[in-house]
């Protein structure tokens, strides 16, 4: 009898009838939605805004993932829960985080798997809206099988009630304005476990001003350690952006959601390396990296790079480690069509997995190799000189994988044009500008909605080096890689996208092998 009376109290006022019938409309509303991916991640209910992902851990098997949306019926920010065993088909667990004695949840973090099972959750916590509490930094844990989060009482760092995100702390007589926003994921070291918290709230309250201290200036993290996860001591400044490379985060960039790993020396395989990749958003500039050393308990970087260049559509980077030494990261794809979860009922995006590691001292990337598994009905296209357009045959123009090697042969500019639509003129370029030493992702044309940008990343092939491109389309989102040395993840909203579904290889006089095309299959549920 409790049983049935429990089961009849989680119907939430309706009948069971009525739920079933209410979310298989729903869910046949979603697939019909022309902009909802198939095989990216798509938030699968409540609003994915902010929608970052957050959490994610590898554990017996399974990839774990957390994903930031605001529930509205409860007026709280969460964490969402999924995993999976194969990166491609995820099933839900109950909400990690919500919100607890009155506060309104919880926004960014991270994750960490300590050596007997136990996953921690770091995460910026909400003050209690009756001030029993304050906010700052707290942490979760739970055990096998990950289902049931229990907060560590009290929260780790105890943010100031204003400005929220600081805490003042004393330091050699003098008070110093510390960061208490977006941790990191923890780590281990030499018996200690570590975390970074992030600096927007410091460089809003203390840097902005043009005669502020350049200490609160531009990006930095703040480093905490412990012994036992729940005292945790401040330690120093985690590093330092002198500001003397131009091309570095100018001192309006903040560093929030940082995510901290080593570097495997491979693609899958092979052993993680003494560089450290410092993953991490500006606000204003979107996602961006750092690659260097530790020296002792400080973070030296010795390279910068970007994943969005002209504004902040690929953001909130979450990473992890697997068991076969890879480091995966997803990303939020925040252009986002103006109210979309009020008009159509979702909203929030992430990129495909994607893999880093080093080669040769330098930063690699490219899709998870799990994603090879949903092509079908794969075509190719004859090698062929392009000289002007022409067009490659497709059987989904709306969801599909195309790879090819293009010899530039004195070329200046060679790539192909997706989503392309005869009848309205839209279409996205992707290419490669020789002259620029830039990889195009051009979305001015691309549509109706979202940020039509031209976004252009630094890259430059080497005498003789073919051009090999790996473009992935799925409806609104198109995600290029380019030589396992760049990639470039934007969203598109093509006015007309039934129609917005040919596929043209561009250029002025390359050589293009043989173009391979594959469908892809969904594996979103809806």
Known sequence: QKVHENRNNMTGGFTMKEKSENTAEYRFHMLRDPYRPGYHFAIPSGDGRPGDPNGAFFADGRYHLMYLYRNHAREDFCWG??????????????????????????????????????????????????????????IAFSKPPYDDWERIEPIAINGCRDPWGTVDIEVDGKTEHIAAADPSNIWKMNGHYYMQTGNLIVLNSY?????????????????????????????????????????????????????????????????????????????????????????????????????????????????????????????????NPCDDFEKYGWTGVYSFPRTFWLENGELRMAPAEELDRLEYNTQTAAPMKVDGKAEIPVRNGESFRLKCRISMSGAGRAGFSVRHSDETGEHTDIYYDRTAGKLVFDATE?????????????????????????????????????????????????LKPETAVKVYAVSDGAVFGETIVSEMAPTNLY
């Open 207 to 335: 840097g902005r001003a043009a005669d502020s201290e350049e200490k609160y200036k531009g990006d930095h993290t703040d480093l905490f350690r412990s012994d036992d996860m729940i005292h945790w001591t401040f330690v120093h400044r985690f590093y330092d952006n002198p500001r003397t490379n131009p091309e570095w985060p100018d001192a309006s960039e903040d560093d929030m959601c940082p995510s901290f790993l080593p570097l495997p020396d491979r693609k899958r395989g092979g052993r993680l390396t003494d560089t450290w990749f410092q993953l991490f958003i500006a606000h204003n500039r979107g996602a961006q990296y750092y690659t260097g050393r530790l020296d002792g308990e400080k973070f030296i970087p010795e390279k910068h790079g970007r994943f969005s260049w002209v504004d902040s559509a690929c953001f909130a980077p979450e990473a992890l480690i697997d068991d076969k030494n890879r480091q995966i990261a997803w990303y939020w794809l925040r252009d």
């Open 446 to 494: 691309s549509g109706c909605d979202g940020w039509r940008a031209k976004e252009e990343a630094p890259f430059t092939l080497a005498e003789g080096e073919t051009l090999d491109l790996d473009i992935f389309v799925d409806k609104s989102v198109i995600e290029v890689y380019a030589n396992e040395r760049q990639a470039i993840v934007r969203r598109v909203y093509p």
């Open 81 to 138: 829960h999924i995993s999976s065993t194969d990166l491609l088909h995820w099933r839900a667990h109950p909400d990690a985080l919500t919100g607890v004695n009155g506060d309104e949840g919880a926004f960014s973090g991270g994750a960490f798997l300590d050596d007997d099972g136990t996953a921690y959750l770091t995460f910026w916590k909400f003050a209690a809206k009756n001030w029993s509490d304050n906010g700052g930094i707290a």
